[in-house]
Nanobody, 128 residues
Framework: AVQLVESGGGSVQADGSLRLSCTAS????????MGWYRQVPGNECELVSS???????YYSESVKGRFTISQDNAKKTVYLQMNNLKPEDTAVYYC??????????????????????WGQGTQVTVSS
């Protein structure tokens, strides 16, 4: 089965940076689209960024210009570089893979069973 393992979350002060990593197994990144969602308890799960097999990317308006998604196909790893972090970026971040479907920009909750795979989630906390 496809597995996604995340790393890189943690606590940082406002204006700081973090890099999240998501390493995949039993899958080739070119065959899927990869994305990062985040969720605050009680809120919807929000698509933060995604990258397709051809390298095209999406960013939500709230992170555009501050976050950068990239992938290393040889390492089967997707990265989310987060700069100029703000307290409102505090959330649990999930990486996800989809096959033959589009990412939903909003979900009631993460994870969702109709996705190809989800990471375990990693907490990002930004203090003011």
């Amino acid at each position: 089965a496809v597995q996604l393992v995340e790393s890189g979350g943690g606590s940082v002060q406002a204006d700081g940076s973090l890099r999240l990593s998501c390493t995949a197994s039993h899958i080739t990144l070119n065959d899927v689209d990869m994305g990062w969602y985040r969720q605050v308890p009680g809120n919807e799960c929000e698509l933060v960024s995604s990258i397709s097999g051809d390298g095209s990317s999406y960013y939500s308006e709230s992170v555009k210009g501050r976050f950068t998604i990239s992938q290393d196909n040889a390492k089967k790893t997707v990265y989310l570089q987060m700069n100029n972090l703000k307290p409102e970026d505090t959330a649990v971040y999930y990486c996800a893979a989809v096959l033959l479907m589009s990412f939903y920009k909003k979900l009631d909750t993460c994870p969702q069973s109709n996705f190809a795979a989800w990471g375990q989630g990693t907490q990002v906390t930004v203090s003011s």
